[in-house]
């Protein structure tokens, strides 16, 4: 475990000591920032709206503007995640430092638990950017905070899903633009795969539907933790980082 | 402490390193000589533990790089062609991050640190970032961090590429040092660090091992008859012809000449010594004798000899091995 946590020292520390921390986490708060005033001014008119026509159910800060903000604001990550994980193995590759990890004393699966739990790192500062907007949201009103929690709980799980993928495709290559590249490509198909489903079968419908690493979201945005989303999220995650370690594990065969 | 056996590693078709063994004793310092494209850095990289062998066994301290790879890697510090560096870090936090994936105890880490620094003579540029090191120091850093956890195996990848001839001596001197509490295995095409450097060498040619022997042994093995330099001021008239009719010479050749005075290098039967003849013959004929002395074969003419000779038609297995180094670059 110490092993594995020096790792994601080194890479967190990597992160920050270039530019990529600061580029990524301020383009995610800019994003971020515009998504949630836009969709402020929505919910704004929305409420005022039911104001006057007398509605006697208030409106639901949770579901009429939290979940719709997080829900909207998961497509940055689609951009911004492929550049956080582009360099983990390719930039090592390159540089040739990928010699002293293999040649320290480690496990194949410290070294790939730890570049995970450094990105994972960088992800969650990011997710730090919301949280002074939902505070906001607590000072002026009063949303339930539980939902919240899960709506997080379920943007780590995704963000993990993303980062497990990004790190397998940037261990195939030296090559960063090639991995940045590769990695948005099987995001974007991950994100739009189940669009087809309804002109399929009903099998297929089901298999499509349920590849969709955004749909799994939904549940966790109503703060709903239900254990087919957590399932989904958590044996993709393994997936993603069991290849991860098969393909190092074949790069080093092959020399 | 090392034992390599019958190691053979293949890249698809080609052969890289081919049915390689050798051994290295506690505190032994082992050159491990070869041209370009050799299979060097591949054996290297197997005992290191950075790739598997295709055939063949190679063991660190007493552990099977395959079969025990975190007990080996313990126990070694490697050195790659490259200095393994992270540009980002600067050089006392390199070192620490390799102090603690190499196991270092917390305890010992700042002491163990300050150490290597002094000894490889990184101290002031603790704090400068990796990126803006000169080669040499790039190299030093690379070498303390091989030395950080004390292994008992240093397995250093050309450790001189690279420096200017005041830091080669003081990387040899640093490298023999620790000969004796560490077993030391470095590869070079540089001839001369061999012999200044290394108890023993092996010699590997096209992935094969063409001769394992002691610096001084591979001189007089190689050495098959006797040659000797004689320097002679003959007043304009012919020495060549001269020397060749002492009794016992085979040979005789210009080796450098200027106005009346020429050097020869005379080559007799071997086992037979013909100085007081040569110095006899040069002074009845009223010629000055400047230098008469015997010529030792150099390593590089030992090299050229070992891996020319050993002619196998394996072609590929250099050209396996060019391929494996160039797809690291």
């Given at each position: 475990m110490s092993n594995v946590l020096a790792i994601a020292h080194k890479e967190l520390k990597g992160y920050f000591a270039s530019p990529i921390a600061y580029v990524v986490i301020g383009l995610y708060a800019i994003m971020f920032g515009y998504f949630f005033y836009a969709l402020l001014l929505y919910f704004d008119r929305q409420s005022m709206q039911m104001a006057g026509l007398g509605a006697s159910q208030p409106v639901n800060v949770n579901e009429q503007l939290i979940r719709p903000v997080f829900l909207n604001t998961t497509v940055i990550f689609l951009f911004i995640l492929p550049m956080v994980t582009m360099r983990t193995y390719s930039e090592e590759k390159r540089s040739g430092t990928i010699e002293l990890l293999l040649t320290a004393p480690l496990t194949d699966f410290q070294i790939i638990a730890g570049k995970f739990l450094g990105a994972m790192g960088l992800y969650a500062a990011m997710l730090a950017v919301t949280i002074p907007h939902v505070a906001a949201l607590f000072w002026l009103g009063n949303p339930e905070w539980i939902p919240i929690v899960v709506t997080y709980l379920g943007l780590l799980l995704m963000g993990g899903c993303f980062i497990s993928v990004g790190l397998f495709i940037s261990s195939l290559t030296k090559n960063q633009i090639v991995a940045v590249m590769a990695t948005f490509t099987v995001f974007l198909m991950l994100w739009v795969i189940n669009w087809i489903a309804s002109f399929m079968g009903p099998r297929t419908q089901d298999v499509l539907n349920y590849l969709?690493?955004?749909?799994?979201l939904d549940d966790f945005t109503r703060g709903v933790i239900d254990t087919k989303h957590l399932v989904y999220y958590i044996s993709f995650i393994s997936f993603g980082l069991y290849l991860t370690m098969r393909s190092v594990d074949t790069e080093r065969w092959r020399g | 402490m090392i034992e390599v056996q019958n190691l053979t590693k293949r890249y698809g078709p080609v052969?890289?390193?081919?049915d390689v063994s050798f051994k290295a004793e506690r505190g032994e310092i082992l050159g491990f000589l070869g041209?370009?494209?050799?299979?060097k850095t591949t054996t290297m990289r197997v005992l290191t533990g950075y790739m598997p062998a295709t055939e063949g066994k190679a063991l660190v301290a007493g552990f099977d790089v395959l079969e025990q790879p975190i007990e080996a890697k313990r126990r070694t510090g490697y050195l790659p062609e490259?200095?393994?560096?992270?540009?980002?870090?600067?050089v006392s936090d390199y070192l620490a991050f390799c102090a603690r994936i190499k196991g270092v105890p917390r305890s010992e880490r700042s002491s163990r640190l300050r150490s290597v620094m002094e000894r490889t003579q990184i101290a002031d540029m603790a704090?400068?970032?990796?990126?803006?090191?000169?080669k040499g120091y790039r190299q030093r850093v690379g070498l303390a961090q091989a030395l950080l956890h004390n292994p008992d195996v240093l397995i250093l990848?050309?450790?001189?590429?690279?420096?200017d001839p005041k830091q080669i001596i003081e990387t040899r001197r640093l490298i023999k040092g620790l000969g004796g509490d560490h077993t030391v295995i470095l590869s070079t095409h540089i001839l001369p660090e061999v012999s200044q450097t290394c108890n023993r060498i092996v010699i590997i040619n096209k992935g094969r091992v063409v001769a394992v022997d002691t610096p001084d042994n591979l001189t007089a093995r190689l050495r098959g008859s006797e040659t000797m330099y004689v320097q002679v001021d003959a007043m304009g008239a012919d020495a060549e012809t001269t020397l060749s009719s002492?009794?016992?010479?085979?040979r005789v050749a210009v080796s450098d000449r200027r106005e009346t005075v020429a050097g020869y290098e005379v080559n007799s039967e071997s086992?037979?010594?013909?100085r007081r003849e040569l110095a006899a013959t040069v002074v009845s004929r009223g010629w000055g004798l400047l230098e008469l002395r015997p010529m030792r074969m150099s390593l590089e003419e030992i090299f050229l000899q070992v891996t020319t000779e050993e002619?196998?038609?394996?072609e590929d297995a250099a050209a396996g091995d060019a391929a494996a180094e160039a797809s690291r670059e």
């Open positions: 969709s690493i955004t749909d799994h | 052969t890289a390193v081919d041209p370009n494209g050799a299979g490259t200095p393994p560096l992270y540009p980002d870090m600067t704090n400068r970032h990796c990126a803006k090191l000169s990848d050309e450790p001189t590429a690279g420096l002492v009794p016992g010479v085979t086992g037979r010594d013909v002619s196998v038609t394996t």
